[in-house]
């Protein structure tokens, strides 16, 4: 059911419709999906390249993506920030919101350059020199990416203006997958320069996309209704981006640095076939991300946008329309699966290719990522409302305990020391998505949350 009264919509559809949310959410999925290409295309081209160096890739960037997500979780937050001023017409202040962003999109470097010192020891004895040098060269360049795609990505997500947004990401994707290419196995006077090339290729698309979206924001229509020509320094926004992104970053890192120690322990526990059927089947999951994390933005987005308005109360019709169009998206996503097996194929090498053990593998991985799609698209609904909300603790706390007694201990002691069947990693994470949904529909019925907030705004 659609919402009216006297709200500052952010599209030409009625407030609160599924229309409404598909107009904000395909830019954003598609530039997702801009970023869930590069990866894919990373592993693509070291899968044909040399298979120690797509274990490498494969192996390295859960690390890098645990670096990534939590300071994302951090810097992104501008997009609430820039949401509720959007909503409640306070334009002047967005601009200088956002370079105080950028300057902490920046000032990652005094974390980031420990962890590069660090790297080996994270790694192991997983990887070689080259895997070790990769990982340090994502880390270098990633306050770039925080500042563009995080900071700048939010002065137009808040304001519905994403339109814009696919084009900088298609046309760096197309960058990155030529330079890969390029760079990985050599040509034109460049030396074959394997998983190293691999990540310069991604370095100087990431460099390319921060320039082009800082050109963008800088236009002189932006500076003068926005205030972009002026800082006027306010500890308010940090406090808040700290605030509301804080402890997400704290179970970020928890999770997705879990998700890496998944992948050193099936490294070292799991058969060859099945490692590589579990590594093939995970970039598809993996590559399926950009339609959750489109969806999850655009929920926040929207629910900001009714904080802003004043129409806190009318908050829930959004969240439902975000777990609509998550079904719709998997179905597409179960027929995209089902045959997939040639692509499956395709990211593995010639030798897997007519192994029963691994093609059996794939086709029980698939299934469980399948289900692991369906709860955390449900899940990340919940996140985007609650983002909105600035209530984030408790269910991102819930989250943590789960995912470390429910999924990581059980797994490792099945797979390392009883040997079982690694479906029940998968299997385990949808348990627990299923318990945090039920949790919060519990929560959610008794509307305490749209008191809350409208007392909040009283109070502001």
Same mark, same amino acid.
């Given at each position: 059911?659609?919402? *009216?009264?006297?709200?500052?919509?952010?599209?030409?559809?009625?407030?609160?419709?599924?229309?409404?949310?598909?107009?904000?959410?395909?830019?954003?999925?598609?530039?997702?999906?801009?970023?869930?290409?590069?990866?894919?295309?990373?592993?693509?081209?070291?899968?044909?390249?040399?298979?120690?160096?797509?274990?490498?890739?494969?192996?390295?960037?859960?690390?890098?993506?645990?670096?990534?997500?939590?300071?994302?979780?951090?810097?992104?937050? *501008?997009?609430?920030?820039?949401?509720?001023?959007?909503?409640?017409?306070?334009?002047?202040?967005?601009?200088?919101?956002?370079?105080?962003?950028?300057?902490?999109?920046?000032?990652?470097?005094?974390?980031?350059?420990?962890?590069?010192?660090?790297?080996?020891?994270?790694?192991? *004895?997983?990887?070689?020199?080259?895997?070790?040098?990769?990982?340090?060269?994502?880390?270098?360049?990633?306050?770039?990416?925080?500042?563009?795609?995080?900071?700048?990505?939010?002065?137009?997500?808040?304001?519905?203006?994403?339109?814009?947004?696919?084009?900088?990401?298609?046309?760096?994707?197309?960058?990155?997958?030529?330079?890969?290419?390029?760079?990985?196995?050599?040509?034109?006077?460049?030396?074959?320069?394997?998983?190293?090339?691999?990540?310069?290729?991604?370095?100087?698309?990431?460099?390319?996309?921060?320039?082009?979206?800082?050109?963008?924001?800088?236009?002189?229509?932006?500076?003068?209704?926005?205030?972009?020509?002026?800082?006027?320094?306010?500890?308010?926004?940090?406090?808040?981006?700290?605030?509301?992104?804080?402890?997400?970053?704290?179970?970020?890192?928890?999770?997705?640095?879990?998700?890496?120690?998944?992948?050193?322990?099936?490294?070292?526990?799991?058969?060859?076939?099945?490692?590589?059927?579990?590594?093939?089947?995970?970039?598809?999951?993996?590559?399926?991300?950009?339609?959750?994390?489109?969806?999850?933005?655009?929920?926040?987005?929207?629910?900001?946008?009714?904080?802003?308005?004043?129409?806190?109360?009318?908050?829930?019709?959004?969240?439902?329309?975000?777990?609509?169009?998550?079904?719709?998206?998997?179905?597409?996503?179960?027929?995209?699966?089902?045959?997939?097996?040639?692509?499956?194929?395709?990211?593995?090498?010639?030798?897997?290719?007519?192994?029963?053990?691994?093609?059996?593998?794939?086709?029980?991985?698939?299934?469980?990522?399948?289900?692991?799609?369906?709860?955390?698209?449900?899940?990340?609904?919940?996140?985007?409302?609650?983002?909105?909300?600035?209530?984030?603790?408790?269910?991102?706390?819930?989250?943590?305990?789960?995912?470390?007694?429910?999924?990581?201990?059980?797994?490792?002691?099945?797979?390392?020391?009883?040997?079982?069947?690694?479906?029940?990693?998968?299997?385990?994470?949808?348990?627990?998505?299923?318990?945090?949904?039920?949790?919060?529909?519990?929560?959610?019925?008794?509307?305490?949350?749209?008191?809350?907030?409208?007392?909040?705004?009283?109070?502001?």
């Amino acid at each position: 059911m659609a919402l *009216s009264g006297n709200i500052n919509s952010l599209t030409r559809y009625p407030s609160g419709s599924l229309r409404e949310l598909w107009a904000i959410a395909w830019p954003l999925m598609l530039s997702g999906l801009s970023g869930s290409l590069m990866v894919f295309t990373d592993r693509a081209i070291l899968a044909h390249y040399h298979s120690k160096a797509f274990n490498a890739c494969v192996t390295v960037q859960p690390w890098v993506w645990t670096c990534e997500l939590s300071l994302m979780a951090i810097v992104g937050c *501008s997009e609430v920030i820039v949401g509720r001023l959007n909503g409640a017409k306070q334009f002047q202040r967005i601009g200088s919101a956002v370079w105080e962003v950028m300057m902490l999109a920046f000032s990652s470097y005094l974390l980031l350059i420990p962890v590069m010192l660090f790297a080996p020891y994270l790694l192991l *004895s997983t990887v070689g020199p080259e895997g070790i040098r990769y990982m340090r060269m994502l880390l270098m360049t990633m306050p770039f990416e925080l500042a563009g795609f995080g900071a700048i990505v939010s002065f137009f997500v808040g304001r519905c203006d994403t339109k814009k947004i696919p084009v900088i990401f298609i046309g760096g994707n197309l960058l990155n997958a030529i330079l890969d290419y390029w760079f990985v196995f050599g040509g034109l006077g460049i030396p074959s320069l394997g998983i190293t090339g691999a990540g310069l290729g991604t370095n100087i698309s990431h460099l390319v996309c921060f320039g082009s979206f800082l050109t963008l924001f800088l236009r002189k229509k932006y500076r003068e209704k926005y205030g972009i020509g002026k800082l006027q320094w306010s500890w308010d926004v940090i406090h808040q981006c700290f605030k509301i992104g804080l402890p997400n970053a704290l179970v970020v890192v928890c999770n997705t640095a879990g998700w890496a120690c998944v992948y050193l322990c099936f490294a070292n526990y799991l058969s060859p076939a099945y490692y590589k059927a579990f590594c093939a089947v995970s970039t598809f999951y993996t590559f399926s991300f950009f339609v959750l994390d489109g969806n999850s933005k655009s929920v926040c987005t929207l629910c900001a946008n009714l904080i802003g308005s004043g129409y806190a109360e009318r908050m829930g019709t959004i969240i439902k329309q975000g777990v609509r169009l998550i079904s719709i998206w998997a179905v597409i996503f179960g027929v995209f699966l089902y045959f997939s097996n040639p692509i499956v194929q395709f990211l593995s090498s010639n030798e897997f290719v007519s192994d029963a053990a691994f093609n059996k593998q794939a086709s029980l991985f698939m299934i469980g990522y399948w289900l692991m799609f369906c709860t955390e698209g449900s899940f990340m609904c919940t996140t985007g409302f609650l983002f909105a909300l600035f209530k984030v603790k408790w269910i991102l706390t819930i989250n943590l305990i789960l995912y470390i007694g429910m999924v990581l201990v059980p797994v490792y002691f099945a797979v390392a020391i009883h040997h079982w069947n690694p479906i029940i990693y998968p299997a385990l994470v949808v348990v627990k998505f299923c318990l945090i949904l039920a949790g919060f529909y519990l929560w959610y019925r008794k509307k305490t949350w749209a008191q809350s907030v409208i007392t909040q705004l009283k109070n502001d």
